[in-house]
Every structure is written in structure tokens, then in C-alpha cells.
């Protein structure tokens, strides 16, 4: 089969087409034939190795020291299911299904198999497998950090990052969740997030920012880039500051505050589980949450994928066609 392999930790050029061995099927998995995945920022991350400061010595024992031990990188998927494993009574061949691989990786290829406890589920019937691919990570990711945040109907919720692929899934399910949305973007992406539901859009190029006096019960940064005093002063007296992509600073001074405060500052890995996947399913069904996608490539052409959102300002997903 095709697929790409990392050679090395480096630059996109490190992507290489290759032909490879079929992935072997276990009994408690299913073999995916792939038609589509995405590009996303974590990708980028692990084939450059630069995740952030903190975890370069954990993560090297991770991925692998001088390139990743799993050389087929890629997390979200979707397919077909072409085999199940005899143990599998969740899944039969022939259905579509999408989802995340989380840290086993591997799906830049046209093949793989999945544990079928894996974030895997039935893809929607309306969505293409181009769209399907492009919902696991941010849907879940942005899910994740609202619940632990608590969220209710009547907060207000400020998303950072509002036109990524975790922050336009963020706006969605916040105001689904009923919130008063507030999302923070750029001059090019303002009008993206309102169409998916923001109340109040901030544009960071025009020097706005949130310290207006405005209060929030959560404050979703998904990007790893809002100013965190002024973050934490914009939050009400109980608010929850939640960061996808946390700094070292940013961990200790969030234990800080979290015990000197009644606020209190989260980040972490999210969880990924098939009934979370499905609940998301069940929205994009009843037409309350869509995926933004920016660009379409091909498998052949992921380097030139990896190269777009290295430079940070991808609008949703990026997506490849396998098949």
C-alpha cells in the first residue's frame, strides 16, 4: 500500500510517499481503507519535534529519539472498514466510520488498523469522508475542555482562536451548549466566526482586546497564545481558564491560581472516547455543528500540507485525500 512515511524529525521535506506492507489485523481490530485525513497543528508538532519546552525529554521517549518510532504519522481518519478481527462486534465490513488514532498514529496510508475501543465511529450520513475526517480531534478536543470547564446554558464563553480547527468547533458546541460566545480572530477570519454562531468577535490585527470589562465563566484558549493575567482578571470569581496548548509558565502559574483563587486553569491532553465521537456524530446529523475546512491535497502532495500550516493560519482543517 501507499503511504507516507517520516524519515526523520525535520522539516516536511522529511515526508516521504513510500510503498509499504499492509497493516496485519489483530482480533479485537478493524482494517480501515482510507479515503481521507488531515493535516493538523499536532502533526506538524511531532514530524518537527517541537513540543513545548517542558515535555521535549518525556516526549523524546515518547515518538522516539532522533525520528518517530511509529513513522507513519497521521491521527484522524476516515474510511471504510475492510476487515473486522473476529473478537469486533461493534463494526462489520462495508460500513463508513471516521476517527482518531490518537498516539498510534498511522493513518497517512491507505490502510490501518484501529483497536475497535478506538475513538471510532459510524460517519454521518451527510457529511463527505473529506468533511467526516476533519471532525475527530478538534470536535473532541474543543468537547473535552468545555465540559471540564463546566459549561451552562447562560455563561459567557470566550474562545481564542475562534477560527482554528479546535476553535470553531469550540464556538459551535458553546453556543449549542447555550452560551454567550465571544471569539478572538483575525481580520480575514471575523465573518467565518460569526457565520458558526459567535455573539461578539474580537480582531486581535485591529488591537481589540478582552480586557474590556468584561467578565467570563470560561475562557477557551486554543492555541496557546492569549496573555494570561489578562486572561485570568477577565474571569468571573469561580471562571475556568482552559488551555489546549499549555507553556511551562503557563503550568505553574495555573497551579498558582488554582490554589490561591476560586478560578481555576486547566490544560492537558484530551480524552478521545467513541461515545464522545458519537455524540458529536449526532449534532452534525441534527445540523448543529459543521467542520470547517480551508484546503483539499493529495496524499502526494502532504509535504505541501505540512508547509501551509506550519505558518499558523490554517481556518479549520486542512485535508488529504487518500482515495
Excluded at 120 to 138: D, H, N, W, Y
Aim: proline share 5%; net charge positive; with cysteine.
Amino acid at each position: 500500500m501507499k503511504a507516507v512515511v517520516c524519515t526523520k524529525y525535520g522539516g516536511p521535506e522529511v515526508l516521504q510517499l513510500r510503498e509499504v506492507e499492509k497493516p496485519s489485523l489483530k482480533d479485537d481490530e478493524v482494517r480501515i481503507q482510507i479515503y481521507s485525513t488531515t493535516v493538523t497543528a499536532g502533526d506538524c508538532r511531532v514530524r518537527g519535534f517541537s513540543p513545548p519546552p517542558m515535555f521535549k525529554i518525556p516526549m523524546r521517549f515518547a515518538l522516539g529519539f532522533t525520528k518517530p518510532r511509529k513513522p507513519i504519522l497521521g491521527v484522524e481518519l476516515a474510511g471504510v472498514v475492510e476487515q473486522t478481527g473476529r473478537y469486533v462486534t461493534r463494526f462489520k465490513e462495508g460500513d463508513h466510520v471516521f476517527g482518531s488514532a490518537g498516539f498510534a498514529f498511522g493513518s497517512y496510508a491507505e490502510y490501518s488498523c484501529l483497536p475497535e475501543k478506538s475513538a471510532l465511529a459510524i460517519k454521518p450520513a451527510g457529511l463527505s469522508f473529506e468533511e467526516a475526517a476533519a471532525v475527530p480531534v478538534g470536535g473532541l478536543t474543543a468537547l473535552h475542555f468545555l465540559r471540564r470547564g463546566n459549561i451552562q446554558s447562560g455563561h459567557k464563553v470566550l474562545i481564542y482562536g475562534a477560527s482554528g480547527s479546535v476553535g470553531s468547533y469550540a464556538v459551535q458546541l458553546a453556543k449549542y451548549f447555550g452560551a454567550e460566545v465571544t471569539g478572538v480572530c483575525s481580520s480575514a477570519n471575523v465573518e467565518l466566526v460569526r457565520s458558526l454562531g459567535a455573539d461578539r468577535v474580537i480582531d486581535y490585527t485591529r488591537g481589540e482586546t478582552i480586557g474590556s470589562g468584561e467578565r467570563y465563566s470560561i475562557i477557551f484558549d486554543t492555541v496557546g497564545k492569549s496573555p494570561y493575567p489578562l486572561c485570568v482578571s477577565s474571569l468571573t470569581d469561580t471562571g475556568t481558564y482552559c488551555q489546549a496548548v499549555m507553556s511551562a509558565s503557563h503550568v505553574l502559574r495555573g497551579m498558582w491560581t488554582t490554589v490561591t483563587s476560586g478560578k481555576k486553569v486547566i490544560g492537558g491532553v484530551s480524552t478521545e472516547r467513541p461515545e464522545d465521537l458519537q455524540f458529536l456524530a449526532g449534532l452534525i446529523e441534527a445540523g448543529q455543528l459543521k467542520p470547517v475546512i480551508d484546503r483539499h491535497y493529495s496524499l502526494e502532495q502532504i509535504a505541501d500540507a505540512h508547509r501551509y500550516v506550519d505558518q499558523g493560519r490554517k481556518k479549520g482543517n486542512v485535508v488529504i485525500k487518500v482515495r
